[in-house]
């Protein structure tokens, strides 16, 4: 059945081995740049502890992402596409919606990094109070959802979209000029992640109270920074720090997504997660220690000032991992630099080089994410335009659609509650397809696994899917009031899109391939699914433990 579907489906090109795949994903460890401040400024001297715990975690569920994998040679868009196929029978609304929140996930990365690449460019060469730091359009208030919140157009978003153009028309030459190209960035981008991470290590600049009491960071009645217990809102912090992480840690995922265009799927698979998940291994553990080891928690600069209501009319001022650029992200480049030297042209450089590091992470987003729409839309499940590709075989309509959505999301003037809704989704993805690992196991056993990961990892992984559900009811409204609703709003919205597609333009049938990988062959009329009502009591049981923690949580 591969081989049939494999040769009538020459849209996507077989050009690149596992070692393309993985300079692909090579943008991952640039992630940390993205909220690395924003969970030390808000968890506290734990935040070290976070990052490794979250890698941790998204090492064990690799091995899942890559057993699935193997099933479907001929498919491209990553664990989400796979996962699909396990669900898809058993609710064909869960189907979309695995491959929806995979994307609803990805995409932002391109908005949030190509708005902090502007904002590291703009600092770099222009003082915080000139005036094209200053400026801007506001198009419309958001304050319902987080107070703040706008959309709105300024030089961060002139710059970031412009360089959103530049990696479109990179990855518009297909998969094989994106891997040349995301091989440069990468070794020019990766250089300063590794030595930030190891120069602290050599030098022993760590001051060991920087890391502990592990206590969660809190506040006393003046706003003095104390440290925190751990009572229901100690835990509280944790759950959003490793909640917010895993939007991070977990992103090597990215690197089965290119299964449909591997020279050698049964042998490239494995090896590109696996090895892309030793590389993040290594970022996400040591750049959290330098950072922090470098910074120190921070203590009160200026305290708040209050009108006579009591109500404060300008916030609290820390110094450390508690100043406001480095909450935003802003500030982190330049935090960073200052680990390697005190050097104008050293500074400069390590600012320019992690600008490339962004860039790499948009590179690895957008083929990701725009081949997950190319799939979804082959597959029935998202509309039937986005399964449109150019002479490269790179799937122009579902990057066109990636980029007027990000210029949207270009425009927030908060990319930490951006990155946290969308994270919702993240976390619902990782849910449905850890769970897709024993559901395959049961429906399919005798498929061909060129990878077959052991049992023990597999449970493991299917824990983990309950743990993050956990850690999102839990986390996720620390980082916004309305980031828990908003994430599960963006994630519903799948629905009418996938009733218009399957209902109306299919009339209820799945095309070709796609009813080929539905099909089990484990009686005689193909339509025998081994996990019974196991699904369901999955589903059934995260709906409640979402909705009890979310309750604890308020």
């Known amino acids: 059945m591969c081989d049939d579907v494999v040769s009538g489906n020459a849209s996507l090109h077989r050009t690149i081995n596992w070692t393309g795949a993985f300079w692909v994903a090579s943008g991952v460890p640039a992630l940390?740049?993205?909220?690395?401040?924003?969970?030390?400024?808000?968890?506290?001297?734990?935040?070290?502890?976070?990052?490794?715990?979250?890698?941790?975690f998204g090492f064990i569920q690799a091995f899942t992402y890559a057993e699935i994998a193997g099933l479907f040679p001929h498919k491209t868009?990553?664990?989400?596409?796979?996962?699909?196929?396990?669900?898809?029978?058993?609710?064909?609304?869960?189907?979309?919606?695995?491959?929806?929140?995979?994307?609803?996930?990805?995409?932002?990365?391109?908005?949030?990094?190509?708005?902090?690449?502007?904002?590291y460019i703009l600092t770099a060469m222009f003082a915080p109070d000139a005036a094209i730091n200053t400026w801007q359009l506001t198009l419309l208030d958001l304050g319902m959802l987080k107070e703040g919140l706008t959309l709105r157009i300024n030089a961060t978003f002139i710059i970031g979209a412009a360089l959103l153009m530049l990696v479109y028309f990179i990855q518009n030459g297909g998969i094989l000029r994106s891997a040349k190209t995301t091989m440069v960035l990468g070794l020019a981008a990766l250089v300063p992640l590794v030595l930030i991470g190891l120069v602290p290590l050599v030098t022993g600049d760590m001051p060991v109270d920087y890391f502990f009491p592990l206590s969660p960071l809190a506040y006393d009645s003046v706003g003095n920074v104390i440290d925190g217990l751990w009572d229901m809102n100690g835990w509280v912090l944790m759950a959003g720090g490793l909640f917010i992480a895993?939007?991070?840690?977990?992103?090597?995922?990215?690197?089965?997504?290119?299964?449909?265009?591997?020279?050698?799927?049964?042998?490239?698979?494995?090896?590109?997660?696996?090895?892309s998940g030793l590389l993040c291994v290594g970022v996400f553990t040591l750049v959290p220690l330098a950072f922090q080891g470098h910074l120190g928690?921070?203590?009160?600069?200026?305290?708040?000032?209050?009108?006579?209501?009591?109500?404060?009319?300008?916030?609290?001022?820390?110094?450390?991992?508690?100043?406001?650029?480095?909450?935003?992200?802003?500030?982190?480049?330049?935090?960073?630099?200052?680990?390697?030297?005190?050097?104008?042209?050293?500074?400069?450089?390590?600012?320019?080089?992690?600008?490339?590091?962004?860039?790499?992470?948009?590179?690895?987003?957008?083929?990701?994410?725009s081949r997950t729409l190319y799939q979804g839309s082959a597959d029935g499940l998202l509309p039937k335009f986005l399964s449109k590709v150019n002479e490269h075989g790179a799937p122009t309509s579902a990057m066109w659609a990636n980029m007027g959505f990000n210029f949207i999301l270009l425009m927030m003037s908060d990319y930490m509650f951006l990155l946290a809704a969308a994270n919702v989704s993240y976390i619902i993805f990782n849910f449905l397809n850890?769970?897709?690992?024993?559901?395959?196991?049961?429906?399919?056993?005798?498929?061909?696994?060129?990878?077959?990961?052991?049992?023990?990892?597999?449970?493991?992984?299917?824990?983990?899917?309950?743990?993050?559900?956990?850690?999102?009811?839990?986390?996720?409204?620390?980082?916004?009031?309305?980031?828990?609703?908003?994430?599960?709003?963006?994630?519903?919205a799948v629905i009418p899109i996938f009733i218009w597609r399957h209902y109306i333009v299919d009339k209820g049938v799945f095309p070709k391939e796609m009813l080929e990988d539905m099909y089990l062959a484990t009686d005689d009329d193909g339509k025998s699914s081994k996990a019974g009502v196991l699904p369901y009591v999955a589903l059934a049981a995260a709906v409640v433990i979402v909705f009890v923690t979310s309750q604890l949580a308020s």
């Open 32 to 56: 940390v740049l993205f909220s690395m401040g924003a969970i030390a400024a808000t968890v506290g001297k734990p935040a070290w502890l976070v990052w490794m715990i979250s890698i941790g």
């Open 77 to 119: 868009g990553g664990a989400s596409v796979y996962g699909a196929v396990a669900w898809v029978r058993y609710s064909k609304f869960v189907a979309p919606l695995s491959i929806w929140c995979n994307w609803v996930a990805w995409s932002p990365v391109l908005s949030i990094g190509s708005g902090l690449a502007a904002g």
């Open 246 to 275: 895993a939007w991070s840690t977990y992103g090597f995922e990215t690197a089965v997504c290119y299964t449909r265009e591997f020279k050698d799927p049964k042998k490239d698979t494995f090896k590109a997660i696996f090895y």
């Open 297 to 369: 928690l921070g203590q009160l600069v200026t305290p708040a000032v209050t009108d006579a209501s009591g109500a404060v009319t300008s916030a609290a001022v820390y110094d450390g991992m508690l100043a406001p650029d480095i909450y935003s992200g802003m500030g982190v480049a330049k935090a960073l630099s200052n680990i390697l030297g005190t050097s104008a042209f050293i500074a400069n450089l390590v600012v320019v080089m992690l600008v490339l590091a962004l860039l790499l992470a948009i590179m690895t987003t957008m083929s990701g994410a």
């Open 434 to 492: 850890l769970n897709a690992g024993w559901i395959h196991r049961m429906d399919r056993p005798d498929w061909e696994r060129p990878y077959k990961a052991p049992t023990i990892l597999i449970v493991l992984g299917t824990t983990l899917a309950f743990v993050n559900i956990t850690v999102m009811g839990l986390g996720a409204n620390i980082w916004g009031a309305g980031t828990l609703m908003s994430g599960l709003v963006m994630a519903g």
